[in-house]
């Protein structure tokens, strides 16, 4: 079955450090591939997206993401973050031809000082 | 430029009342429509979609319905609500016809007594 899988639930993170947020796929075909940030009680805000070419891809408020097709993974990065960053992270899959993204189940991510 | 918009943004009700919630988007035509519920501590989970005025389609069985009555208005209703139902409900649209990310509303927050 199509899925989304972010293996971790929770990540804390201090200030100024480095991020990396993990999401593998699993589909027959590569998938568009995209990643959500949501703040507490607000809706869903993309950061960026992937659907072909370059792997590395750059999105909003200085993160980025790498498509590696062998590891079926589109994992998130920031190489520092900012105590702002602190919320609640989607990745999301669509398959050509179908109307629907699936979503994992999300990982927050705490920034301490 | 394209804004969704969604209300109440908060909304108590007691078990077996009506629920009517409602999702309007402007700045665009003929646009894929979404409803989402987020339960605490969980990811989205899709609930109706509609790529066209009068077409529903539901992903999982439930308490719930939804109408897309006029192009750009999607509407989430219940005859009568359960507690289960309590949840974060999101609206979204994606460009029809092939485009690929969604946007989301900002939210409704109901809360069954």
């Known amino acids: 079955a199509q899925s989304v899988t972010q293996p971790d639930i929770h990540i804390t993170v201090s200030e100024g450090a480095s991020l990396e947020l993990r999401c593998n796929y699993s589909y027959g075909a590569t998938p568009y591939l995209f990643w959500y940030v949501q703040s507490p009680g607000q809706g869903l805000q993309l950061l960026l997206k992937y659907f072909s070419g370059d792997t590395l891809v750059q999105g909003i408020k200085g993160f980025e993401a790498e498509f590696k097709r062998s590891q079926s993974s589109f994992n998130l990065r920031k190489p520092s973050v900012h105590w702002s960053d602190a919320a609640e992270y989607f990745c999301a899959a669509r398959v050509t031809g179908f109307q629907k993204l699936v979503f994992g189940t999300g990982t927050r991510l705490l920034v301490s000082p | 430029s394209q804004t969704i918009h969604q209300w109440p943004a908060t909304l108590v009700q007691p078990v077996g009342s009506p629920l009517s919630l409602e999702c309007t988007v402007e700045?665009?035509?003929?646009?894929?429509l979404y409803w989402y519920r987020q339960a605490a501590g969980r990811g989205l989970q899709l609930l109706f979609y509609?790529?066209?005025?009068?077409?529903i389609s539901s992903e999982v069985p439930q308490n719930l319905s939804a109408s897309r009555p006029q192009d750009r208005q999607f509407i989430l209703s219940s005859k009568k609500l359960l507690l289960s139902d309590s949840g974060f409900y999101l609206c979204a649209w994606a460009p029809g016809g092939g485009n690929n990310e969604q946007f989301f509303g900002p939210g409704t927050r109901l809360t069954v007594l």
């Open positions: 700045g665009t035509s003929n646009p894929n």
């Open positions: 509609s790529v066209g005025i009068g077409q």
